[in-house]
């Protein structure tokens, strides 16, 4: 018996040997298996430790081991895989929330093996997902979990009426495809799901690592693309882990997201500034109602943003609908004024069972994406009663306030109030500026009003061309004042310009006090597309290009009223503004507050000008090269003996840096300003004059504040023009000075001072009398009253009484004795040694010539005496004496 009792005590051991090994053999399949205690997937505290191998057969010994390690641990994971697969199917899935004693305990075990999104909010119909991504850790880590066919997709399944709309779909990096959810009737909150499986990733099989932690397989990121279509979206989604958890899926809240936007690209945790909203400050009576509701970037509700096509697209949010399936968030931002969207609240009116939205419960928003925006100013269409009710019970709010997302939370930016309505407002709930355009849209019955944030009067001002410009409007520097005359402190403000409120960083070089050349604002006008009459790609159609300043109106601030600018444009004439307008903000609006023309370029214009405080001396005729002008000088006397106050040089512009007009004020004619031209052939285009001081009384002479003007053109005849319109500012516009008729004087000639108007007999000249181009070269020159050449006429090294007039010389000498040299007073320095040549050249109309300017004094030269250059062909055979007849 003993004998036989042992036989089949071994028998009984062989078969039970034999039938774990059928079972290990068989149990990859799946076929038939039961989840048990032994069935567990393998865990870190479960792996087996493998014995020491023996000496030599290290190698050997670690392939295998390594092999044997790598199958079981697949094993694992696919058993793991097998068995919630199975839970799935059978309904197992159950919900928590994180930092629950379920969710802690869970953390002790495996990690996470699927991470999902799901509907926190019930949908209309399905739920249709484009696309979804996860990543590992923080969104700047760029840890993106690879979608489909990387690895698997896990849903709570495929509607029958959409069988092609599989879960691979929503993980495939395309947003042409997508998921639709299997629900009927709508989908019940957390009913629908969609995600990936983890546990393929080398994140979770490296959280399981001695002293590793779930953190490595912690989704904090995801970007989500879902339906725009109100009847296939939600507005509000949960990030959830998924563990497995013998026999069930337990599905953990993470974080939830109140502000689902659809038919777009979110992000959550947003980026900064790129999710916006606005909530009701007031206590409502019944349920919100808000049939439009649209955002703007700048303070004057200029620029929206938001609608498909403008400069950030977005996706709207919101707070919940309580009718989702006809009054959902879309109706707010659809266009329609006739649609509205009805908020979901929980809060209990006194003495009644009616619900309304408490302060701050309900808010519409958008999502931009991942673009930030920064949006200062609203527009809504509240409708301020129950629409279709009997009863009138309000259903507006009077206080909005703006909030917008850090980075991580959202942060309120502005509060507005009903104007009217402020005296009910507490202390901490005031309204952060004045909004004289809230509250104008509650009175008619049903049937609301626009209301918005727009600022009231005076909150900025802008500057804009009135006429066509040439090419791009370039300004250095603007300046706003609110003394007329500009004096005292300039206004400071928030840059606001043409390219829009994001364009900042370079309308704020305007003014920032720098007149350096290097920086500056452009515009950026469109209008030469398509319009024959401008002349080149950048210029603007009038009043296209504008930029100013806006001042915030906070609460008891007294906003600025704007009466004077200075403006420094380009040197460069081609791109300035001849003419622009001053407009001020006043009714919601631009309102034209004064037109300036007549601006130059390459320094300040201070505009209004006091009548007969501004001259110039235009070109009236062309020069065969660029015109320079080495000083100019305009007098109160018809002497030229009592300058006029100087001030502000001004000018038409100048063709390079150190043609600057400011140089034509210097004394010193080694420098002098040129025009913004290499051949100057058009008439009344180039000038160059002053602006006199605020506190200088010459204005006070008026038209006749400037009565005489001496001008040092450029030694080279190519570089001189013959006559000059004289022009005085008389508030508004530039006159032709009354000291010649319609202003124009002749002023032919270079290299030293010409003076006008002048009397008959004031001046005398000497011209060869040749029509053949020469060099004419003088060493002295007299002239005398009588005919024997005894009495010597005063002359410019004996009493001061009169001057040197050139038509112009060859330069010859590359430094003078003075600032203000002449090579033309070698003829009257009584050295014959030195001497100067002038180009005579009648080929061309210009005439070489010498002569003196005897100021006040008439006189009638009888003879003359002169000593010409030593060579013959720089002499000339005869000469011809002329008198000034003045004119």
Not at 30 to 41: C, H, Y
Not at 849 to 861: G, I, P, Q
């Amino acid at each position: 018996w003993l004998r036989l009792l042992l036989v089949l005590c071994i028998l009984v051991q062989l078969a039970v040997a034999a039938a774990q090994e059928l079972a290990a053999n068989d149990a990859p399949a799946g076929e038939g298996s039961v989840a048990s205690a032994e069935d567990a997937p393998l865990t870190a505290a479960s792996k087996t430790t493998l014995p020491l191998p023996e000496e030599g057969e290290e190698e050997e010994d670690e392939a295998v081991g390594a092999a044997a390690a790598a199958e079981e641990w697949d094993y694992g994971v696919a058993r793991l895989r097998r068995l919630s697969d199975e839970a799935l199917e059978a309904g197992r899935v159950v919900h928590t929330e994180a930092g629950s004693e379920v969710h802690r305990r869970l953390q002790t075990d495996l990690p996470p093996i699927k991470v999902v999104i799901t509907n926190l909010a019930p949908t209309v119909e399905t739920w249709r997902v484009f696309e979804v991504q996860f990543l590992f850790g923080q969104c700047f880590e760029e840890r993106q979990i690879p979608g489909y066919p990387t690895h698997s997709a896990y849903a709570s399944g495929t509607r029958p009426e959409d069988p092609d709309d599989i879960p691979e779909l929503a993980t495939d990096g395309s947003t042409w495809s997508k998921y639709t959810a299997q629900c009927f009737g709508g989908c019940k909150v957390q009913e629908a799901f969609v995600g990936l499986d983890i546990s393929s990733t080398p994140e979770w099989k490296l959280a399981q690592e001695p002293n590793k932690t779930f953190e490595e397989v912690r989704v904090r990121c995801l970007r989500f693309f879902q339906s725009k279509d109100y009847r296939y979206m939600t507005e509000k989604i949960a990030l959830q882990e998924v563990y497995y958890s013998n026999p069930d899926l337990v599905h953990v809240t993470l974080e939830e997201y109140h502000d689902a936007a659809g038919g777009m690209w979110s992000r959550r945790p947003a980026y900064k500034h790129t999710l916006w909203r606005v909530t009701n400050l007031a206590l409502t009576a019944a349920f919100w109602q808000v049939s439009e509701v649209r955002f703007y970037q700048d303070e004057l509700c200029m620029e929206e943003v938001g609608p498909v096509g403008s400069i950030a697209e977005g996706g709207s949010t919101c707070s919940g609908s309580s009718m989702l399936a006809t009054n959902g968030k879309v109706n707010a931002f659809d266009r329609d004024d006739e649609t509205y969207w009805i908020a979901e609240c929980a809060y209990p009116l006194p003495n009644t069972s009616a619900l309304a939205c408490g302060p701050r419960e309900a808010f519409l928003g958008m999502d931009f994406g991942d673009f930030a925006v920064v949006v200062r100013c609203m527009r809504i269409l509240q409708t301020p009663q129950q629409v279709g009710a009997i009863s009138t019970t309000q259903t507006h709010t009077r206080g909005f306030g703006l909030e917008g997302w850090d980075g991580s939370k959202y942060v309120e930016m502005e509060r507005w109030w009903d104007w009217e309505w402020r005296h009910n407002i507490l202390e901490d709930w005031e309204p952060t500026w004045m909004t004289p355009y809230l509250g104008v849209g509650l009175g008619d019955y049903f049937v609301g009003k626009w209301e918005d944030t727009r600022p009231p009067n005076r909150s900025a001002v802008i500057i804009s061309n009135d006429d066509y410009t040439k090419t791009t409007w370039i300004i250095h520097e603007l300046e706003f004042y609110e003394e007329i005359t500009c004096e005292g402190v300039k206004v400071e403000g928030r840059s606001i310009s043409m390219q829009g409120a994001t364009a900042t960083n370079v309308s704020d070089l305007v003014f920032d006090g720098d007149i350096a050349p290097e920086t500056w604002w452009q515009s950026n006008c469109s209008s030469f597309e398509g319009n024959s009459s401008l002349s080149r790609p950048g210029a603007c159609d009038r009043q296209e290009a504008w930029i100013g300043l806006f001042f915030r109106p906070d609460l008891g601030r007294v906003l600025p009223n704007i009466q004077c600018l200075r403006l420094l444009q380009s040197r460069k004439q081609l791109y300035t503004a001849q003419s622009i307008n001053l407009w001020h903000w006043m009714g919601g609006e631009w309102v034209l507050f004064q037109n300036h023309r007549d601006l130059g370029g390459g320094w300040w214009n201070r505009r209004p000008a006091v009548p007969y405080s501004m001259w110039r001396a235009v070109n009236e005729g062309g020069s065969l090269e660029q015109w320079r002008v080495m000083e100019i000088r305009a007098y109160r006397d018809d002497l030229c003996l009592n300058e006029t106050t100087r001030g502000e040089p001004l000018g038409s512009g100048a063709l390079n840096y150190n043609d600057h007009f400011r140089l034509a004020f210097d004394d010193s004619t080694m420098t002098g300003w040129g025009a913004d031209c290499e051949a100057c052939n058009e008439t009344g285009v180039h000038w160059v004059g002053q602006q006199l001081p605020v506190y200088a009384d010459d204005h006070l002479q008026e038209m006749n504040v400037v009565r005489c003007i001496r001008v040092w053109q450029s030694p080279r005849l190519e570089e001189q023009v013959r006559f000059i319109r004289f022009d005085i500012w008389t508030g508004g516009d530039w006159t032709d000075s009354p000291f010649a008729e319609n202003g124009i004087v002749e002023v032919a000639g270079g290299g030293s001072w010409l003076r006008q108007p002048a009397l008959t007999l004031s001046k005398w000249r000497l011209r060869p009398a040749t029509n053949r181009d020469t060099i004419w070269r003088l060493a002295e020159v007299r002239f005398y009253a009588d005919s024997d050449c005894l009495h010597e006429l005063r002359m410019p090294d004996i009493t001061g009484g009169s001057s040197v007039m050139l038509s112009g010389y060859r330069k010859e000498t590359f430094y003078g004795a003075s600032d203000m040299f002449s090579e033309g007073f070698y003829a009257v320095d009584g050295d014959r040694d030195t001497s100067f040549a002038i180009r005579h050249e009648p080929s061309n109309e210009l005439p070489g010539w010498f002569a003196l300017d005897f100021l006040s004094e008439l006189n009638w030269v009888r003879c003359v005496r002169l000593q010409q250059g030593e060579q013959t062909p720089e002499q000339s055979d005869s000469v011809v004496l002329e008198f000034w007849d003045g004119a």
